[in-house]
C-alpha cells in the first residue's frame, strides 16, 4: 500500500468513547479476510485485548456511528451482532494474531494514520493557543488604547465635518 492510501484509511477512523478506533468490518476488508475469521482469531486470542484496545460498541452508538458518518449497514453485511471497535493499541496488536504479510503491510498504513491524524489534532491545538494568545494581546490594546483611538476619530471626524458658517462681527470691508 503506498502514501496514497493513507487518506482512505484515515476515513475508517472514527471517534466512538472519546477514542479513535477502527470497525471490524473495516478493518477485514482492508487485511482481506472475513469479518467472522478476524474477529475469531482476536477470540482465540482474547487475552491479548483488554478493554482499552477493543471494545464492542452497543446498539446506539452503532445507530449513532451509522446516522452521523453516513454508513449503510449494508456496507458492513447486515450484521447479527453488533461491531468491534480497536483502538490504535487494539489495531497494532491485530498484526500478532494475523501474521500475513498484507496484514503486517496494512498495519503499518494504518499506524501512520494514527499518527498523521495525532499530529494534525496537535497541530491544530498550538494554532487554537496562538490565535487565543492573540486575541487576549489585542484586547489588552484595545482596552489600553482606547481612549486615544476614540480621540483620534473625534479630531477625524472634526476635520471631515464641514465648518459651520459663524456670523462676522465687525466691519466688511467693501470692494
Known sequence: MNEGKLVPIQNLIYEIRGQKVMLDSDLAELYEVETFNLNKAVKRNAKRFPADFMFQLSKKEWENLI??????????????SMPYAFTEHGVSMLSSVLKSQKAIDINIQIMRAFIQLRNIVIS????????TDLRKLLM???ETNDKRVDDI???LNNLIEKPRETKRIGFRKED
Open 153 to 155: 476619530i473625534i479630531a
Open 124 to 131: 491544530n491545538e498550538n494554532l487554537y493557543e496562538q490565535i
Open 67 to 80: 446516522f452521523q458518518n453516513g454508513i449503510s449497514s449494508s456496507q458492513h453485511g447486515g450484521r447479527r
Open 140 to 142: 489588552l490594546y484595545i
